[in-house]
């Protein structure tokens, strides 16, 4: 149990426009989940954490406007990066933590969309 | 100062050996502690949990020292799989209960 799937696993983009990511909880409740980006040889950073139902809380230096992120239902939170440009290209990872899973403090993550902005 | 501090390596072993990796952390009040896995463009996979006592869990141990502030992992008899970047992960106890990441320690297992 507590599997995370994301799509799409990879998007290619022109600079400019927007990007949606999709994270979804397959077989638990995601009371919170949290996403991260890693530029390569970095490690894993919080962009934001979101409950289902309420507003995302944004990590200093993470602009709220350019990456909105939504969590209407407790198996799926989206991240859009919007008017994208080369140096939003990175790793994107999700993760999930909630009911249902064999730890309930335990993020479980999904398998990353690498976007590539052009 | 970093939050979770790691040597990035690499570590370059020999099939068999035993390797150890350390990790230092700032913050005195964090709650929980973790080993992640990461492949090569992949997310990152949950190797243990650490606890105060030690840990063991086939060839990996776990240890922690609060009073330190460093977490270590040792891998004995190393398998050529692995090979991967392994994160330091700390759990800083804040309400929205999210993870702080270390830049990783790659290790390559060489045959």
């Known amino acids: 149990g507590a599997v995370v799937s994301q799509h799409p696993s990879r998007v290619i983009c022109k600079s400019g426009t927007s990007v949606k990511i999709e994270c979804r909880s397959l077989?638990?409740?995601?009371?919170?989940m949290f996403w991260y980006r890693q530029f390569p040889k970095q490690s894993l950073m919080l962009m934001a954490t979101?409950?289902?139902?309420?507003?995302?809380?944004?990590e200093q230096g993470v602009e709220k406007d350019k990456f909105l992120i939504n969590h209407a239902s407790l198996t799926l939170s989206t991240l859009t990066v919007t008017s994208a440009h080369p140096e939003d290209s990175s790793f994107y990872i999700c993760?999930?933590?909630?009911?249902?899973?064999?730890?309930?403090?335990?993020?479980?993550f999904g398998p990353g969309t690498r976007l590539t902005v052009l | 100062r970093k939050e979770v501090e790691q040597d990035p390596g690499p570590f370059n072993v020999p099939e068999g050996a035993t390797v150890a990796f350390n990790c230092t952390y700032s913050?005195?009040?964090?709650?929980?502690f973790f080993w992640y896995r990461q492949d090569c463009r992949k997310e990152p996979k949950l190797l243990m949990s650490?606890?105060?006592s030690g840990n063991e869990d086939g060839r990996f141990t776990a240890q922690l020292n609060r009073a330190s502030q460093y977490i270590s992992l040792l891998i004995r008899d190393s398998k050529l799989s692995d090979s991967a970047t392994y994160l330091c992960v700390v759990n800083e106890g804040t309400g929205r209960r999210a993870l702080t990441f270390g830049s990783g320690t790659r290790l390559q297992v060489q045959p």
């Open positions: 979101s409950n289902e139902g309420s507003k995302a809380t944004y």
């Open positions: 993760s999930a933590r909630g009911s249902g899973t064999p730890s309930t403090d335990t993020q479980y």
């Open positions: 650490v606890y105060s």
């Open positions: 077989d638990f409740q995601a009371t919170t």
């Open positions: 913050n005195s009040a964090s709650q929980s």
